[in-house]
């Protein structure tokens, strides 16, 4: 059977939820999940229907609960979670139903009307976001048997809860410039606490040869502290590396060990320069290998944001009359096998069979930051590690092999921390909004829940 309509048709159907978000509506409204068509065979239900509850006077049946109840459940499955509680999924689809029921009463009572032409763009979207037709859609969703009509319904519902919630609360979250300066300290001094500081640290080596006696040893001391005297008198220290150093390099850098993470000197090396300022000589500090004279050349903590950036490269077969979805799965995991194996390589075979425009580059994606690739292929890719190649994953765009070549911290520009930081904050108040919205307008509907006949 063709995945795409089975397990994972609920991310086939999650994209109909985008038709709203495309045409402008803030993610923050995903947090009510809209309620997407399912088919009636697919509602093991036999029994008559009944009302559950009434909303101002107007009633939700058991199969609109048994209905989205259903979808709830193939979306918790196909995100991999647990299987979900019946009872739990059953409250949820109530509680989903009475909200929508009660928004969509006031959107009546303000005048909102969503027009045709708004439902074919919004189709057009849908299309488009699954890189299919319109027409090429409408036979999925045939194929799925989803009736038109029923969908086209499905996203007059959704407009207009879009257009209701945007009037009602998107104009009023505002965000200020100061907020945006306080949520960047707040974050700098939280990324400060879990990363350590940068030290560059100069170092002049004086070795100390095995089996060196004691007055061979003394005089080796005393030459590290002469050299630590005329660095701290004004002596160019990197010129006093470059004539006395005996480390490896020689002192060719001026004994500048570059800057990195704290932690990535040795604990003898920041402990002797823990309490000196930047330009200050340590006296000199014994080693196994031998007296070590160090200057703190630079000391610096983050003050920049910093974002995880994925180096990934895949292959991608696009399902066609020629190669069904099931098998290209089956192709793509023998591809896996023989590349985990190590009897193939993964840029040659990415080079050879993708259907993607990185093929010539080995299915080599780039460095990308958090948000660039659609959720589905970013939550595979987010739980690899390095060199892992996941198994097949079917996305709206074919099925794809993953692998993770490498992953790193880098430095957000302040242009891209602010913007991050104003979407972070508006997010955050319009969830609120939100929430206090929602439960205003239930708070003013007239429910009444209803038993099942007996």
């Known amino acids: ?39 009636a065979s697919t509602v093991a239900i036999r029994q008559a229907d009944f009302i ?21 459940a193939n979306e918790t499955t196909a995100r991999g979670g647990s299987k979900p509680d019946t009872n739990e999924l059953t409250r949820l689809a109530v509680e989903q139903l ?15 009307k969503i027009e045709d032409e708004a439902i074919d763009q919004a189709e057009v979207n849908v299309a488009a976001s699954n890189q299919l037709t319109r027409d090429e859609m409408h036979k999925r969703l045939a194929q799925d048997g ?73 005089a080796l001391s005393e030459r590290a502290a002469d050299i630590a005297r005329r660095a701290r008198g004004g002596e160019s220290f990197s ?76 292959i991608l077969l696009r399902p066609s009359a020629q190669m069904s979805q099931a098998q290209a799965v089956a192709k793509l995991t023998e591809v896996r096998q023989a590349v985990v194996s190590g009897k193939a390589d993964f840029a040659a075979v990415a080079r050879q069979m993708s259907q993607d425009g990185s093929a010539q580059q080995g299915g080599d994606l780039g ?28 996305s709206r765009f074919g099925v794809h092999l993953i692998e993770v070549t490498d992953r790193r911290n880098a430095p957000m520009s302040d242009q891209e921390q602010r913007t991050m930081a104003r979407s972070a904050l508006r997010e955050k108040k319009l969830d609120e909004a939100y929430a206090t919205w929602v439960q205003d307008i239930r708070g003013r509907a007239y429910v009444e829940m209803r038993e099942p006949p007996q």
């Open 1 to 39: 059977m063709n995945k795409l309509f089975s397990p994972a048709r609920s991310a086939w159907l999650a994209s109909i939820l985008g038709a709203v978000s495309l045409l402008g509506t803030p993610g923050v409204w995903a947090q009510t999940p809209n309620v997407a068509p399912v088919k």
């Open 52 to 72: 559950v509850a009434v909303v101002n006077s107007e009633p939700i049946t058991n199969r609109d609960v048994q209905v989205l109840r259903q979808r709830l």
């Open 98 to 112: 009475i909200n929508e029921k009660a928004q969509l009463q006031q959107a009546r009572d303000a005048g909102i």
């Open 146 to 218: 989803i009736a038109l009509s029923t969908f086209r319904e499905q996203l007059r519902t959704q407009l207009t809860l879009s257009r209701l919630r945007e009037r009602e609360i998107e104009g009023r979250v505002r965000v200020t410039d100061l907020e945006v300066e306080q949520f960047l300290r707040e974050q700098l001094k939280a990324q400060a606490a879990q990363l350590p500081a940068e030290l560059n640290l100069g170092m002049i080596l004086i070795a100390v040869p095995e089996n060196s006696s004691e007055s061979e040893t003394k």
């Open 239 to 314: 010129d006093l590396a470059k004539s006395f150093s005996q480390a490896t390099d020689r002192g060719a850098n001026g004994g500048d060990m570059g800057l990195r993470p704290m932690d990535r000197y040795p604990d003898l090396f920041v402990n002797a320069t823990r309490s000196l300022n930047v330009g200050d000589v340590s006296a000199p500090v014994r080693s196994a290998a031998g007296f070590h004279v160090l200057k703190v050349i630079e000391r610096r903590q983050a003050n920049t944001l910093l974002v995880t950036q994925t180096r990934a490269r895949h």
């Open 367 to 394: 460095w990308a930051n958090p948000g660039m690739f659609v959720p589905e292929f970013e939550q595979v890719m987010n739980r690899l590690r390095p060199g892992q190649v996941a198994e097949p994953l079917v």
